[in-house]
Every structure is written in C-alpha cells, then in structure tokens.
C-alpha cells in the first residue's frame, strides 16, 4: 500500500518562505511522475508543480519562478520550496503520486494535504 505523507505547512506572511516535503512509503522512483497540487476554498485542485522520473519539471505560471519542486531518491522524498509567497498562494497543498505517463498528469495516489496560509 502506497502512502504519501505531506508536511512542512503553516502560517507565513507575505513574501516569506516554506518548504513542504512528501515522503513516500517506498521509493519514489518507482512512479512516473509526482507532483503537487493545490486546492484553494471553493476551488478545483490544480496542479502547482510536476517532476517526472527523468527529471523534466513543469510549472503553472503563477508560481514559475517562485517555487522548485525536487525530487530526492536516496529519501524518498518530493519536496516544494515556496518563497515569495503571495496571499493568493493560500490552499491545501497535495501531494500525488503517478505510476504511468498520461497526456495530462492525474495521480494514482495523494496524500492527506498540507494547509499553507499566507497572511497580509
């Protein structure tokens, strides 16, 4: 059984930092792709950022340039550094797990989510 395990959430003010961390039960590369998602209130779960096997990293535009997603095999890890955050920024952070390519990513697995609040 998978499991994805998400932390590194929490309060920050704008302009600050996170770094949230996705540890897998097992290794990671034995998916495709992993991800991070998010999901703001009222709002559809998007993806924010996507690392796959061989290490190509796709970005929504919104956070190009602001957050960089890692992939760490010896750890079993995914991580999102977030800096510059902006209140906008806000939402439950997900982490998903792919075993297959699709045309558009859509995981296999997730973890429970994460709560990043920007305040002003």
């Known amino acids: 059984q998978v499991q994805l395990v998400e932390s590194g959430g929490g309060l920050v003010q704008t302009g600050g930092s996170l770094r949230l961390s996705c540890a897998a039960s097992g290794s990671v590369s034995r998916f495709y792709a992993m991800g991070w998602y998010s999901q703001a209130p009222g709002k559809q779960r998007e993806l924010v950022a996507h690392?796959?096997?061989?290490?190509?990293?796709t970005y929504v535009d919104s956070v190009a340039g602001r957050f960089t997603i890692s992939r760490d095999n010896a750890k079993n890890t995914v991580d999102l550094q977030m800096n510059s955050l902006k209140r906008e920024d806000t939402a439950v952070y997900y982490c998903?797990?792919?075993?297959?390519?699709?045309?558009?990513?859509?995981?296999?697995?997730w973890g429970q989510g994460t709560q990043v609040t920007v305040s002003s």
């Open positions: 998903g797990a792919e075993l297959n390519s699709r045309v558009h990513p859509r995981p296999d697995y």
């Open positions: 690392i796959t096997r061989g290490n190509a990293i």
